[in-house]
């Protein structure tokens, strides 16, 4: 399948050491050494030891304190598998697979709403409301980022999200009246083909993913290939609930 969506200039080098969760020291390969944002929240887990090979992309904002960000890390002792570890990314991606109906799951949607205002007291946001015709509820679409990987099963969360936590009972709440409720897991590495929820790090986040699924919200485990040039759909993960 084609490239969904095409990174800009990446810049390789290995990395030295991530610290205060957002921030990474680099040293490029032309030799410089750089700080660049790490737009991650997450413990990153096997993605943060040093000497890791590491692509930055760099902002043509002359304003931004840090000019680089990390986009991708290299799976130790494999530089043909790329993790991506921009959390602020898949979105961007998401919406343009919305926008080639890629998903046949999903269904029929005439539009793709980002952004949307919802849950108690309306004080959640959903990634996308994807509006339908003839009368039919909307779709609800919440999109998580999974990095972290175990063999060749990738899991989610790898640290307590209360916020993820939070999504999934709006998206219960969102079923009980009617309308459809899909959690995709934009898994950003190629190397695994199953899909569980990452208990060991958030006990309280399985459970409630069990429980909604049980209540209908919907699963797409959805699979992506990472590279240096882009990155590709690979279809759906395994899931094991």
Not at 9 to 14: A, E, F, K, V
Not at 126 to 153: C, H, M
Request: glycine share 8%; charged share 20%; with cysteine.
């Amino acid at each position: 399948m084609e490239l969904i969506y095409k990174y800009p200039t990446l810049y390789p080098g290995i990395l030295i050491k991530r610290y205060k969760r957002f921030l990474a020291d680099i040293k490029l390969d032309t030799g410089e050494q750089i700080t660049a944002h790490c737009p991650n929240p997450g413990q990153m887990r096997g993605l943060s030891a040093p000497g890791s090979r590491v692509l930055v992309s760099r902002s043509q904002n002359v304003k931004r304190k840090l000019r680089y960000s990390l986009e991708l890390v290299a799976v130790q002792n494999s530089e043909k598998t790329w993790v991506g570890v921009n959390t602020n990314l898949p979105n961007q991606v998401i919406k343009l697979a919305l926008q080639q109906r890629i998903f046949p799951e999903l269904g029929e949607y005439e539009q793709i709403i980002s952004e949307v205002t919802y849950g108690q007291n309306q004080k959640s946001r959903v990634d996308f409301l994807l509006s339908r015709s003839q009368g039919k509820s909307p779709i609800y679409l919440e999109v998580k980022n999974v990095t972290w990987a175990e063999g060749k099963t990738a899991l989610f969360p790898d640290a307590v999200t209360v916020r993820g936590q939070q999504h999934l009972l709006d998206m219960m709440a969102v079923v009980r009246k009617g309308a459809r409720a899909v959690t995709l897991f934009f898994i950003s590495r190629s190397d695994c083909d199953q899909f569980v929820p990452g208990d060991n790090a958030d006990p309280v986040y399985g459970k409630l993913l069990r429980s909604a699924v049980k209540q209908g919200v919907e699963i797409l485990p959805c699979r992506f290939e990472m590279t240096p040039l882009g990155i590709r759909y690979l279809g759906l993960a395994n899931l094991q609930i």
